[in-house]
């Protein structure tokens, strides 16, 4: 199973940006899909971008604009360059890898707020 490790969370004034970076154990390249994801409390864990072994790219409506997801194979890891941000987007961020086997990070705390 794939080793995901997430950071780059933190605290920032809305308006503000963020970089958020996903470590994987293993090459990308041979990985299929990878994703954020987002939960906030109280409610239901969402896709909030995704990215193809391709390059295809998915969003969320909620950040078509201010978000872009990519990935650096030579890093194995994957990004998500979060700019404009809300205080609805103030949750906890999921790295996912969907291979052999669907695989997770920790996650990393996102909190917007003045």
């Known amino acids: 199973q794939v080793q995901l490790v997430e950071s780059g969370g933190g605290l920032v004034q809305p308006g503000g940006s963020l970089r958020l970076s996903c470590a994987a154990s293993?090459?990308?390249?041979?990985?299929?899909?990878m994703g954020w994801y987002r939960q906030a409390p109280g409610k239901q864990r969402e896709s909030v971008a995704t990215?193809?072994?391709?390059?295809?790219?998915n969003y969320a409506d909620s950040v078509k604009g201010r978000f872009t997801i990519s990935r650096d194979n030579a890093k194995n890891t994957v990004y998500l360059q979060m700019n404009s941000l809300k205080p609805e987007d103030t949750a906890v961020y999921y790295c996912?890898?969907?291979?052999?086997?669907?695989?997770w990070g920790q996650g990393t705390q996102v909190t917007v707020s003045s």
């Open positions: 996912q890898a969907i291979g052999a086997y669907v695989s």
């Open positions: 293993v090459s990308i390249f041979s990985i299929t899909s």
């Open positions: 990215i193809s072994r391709g390059g295809s790219t």
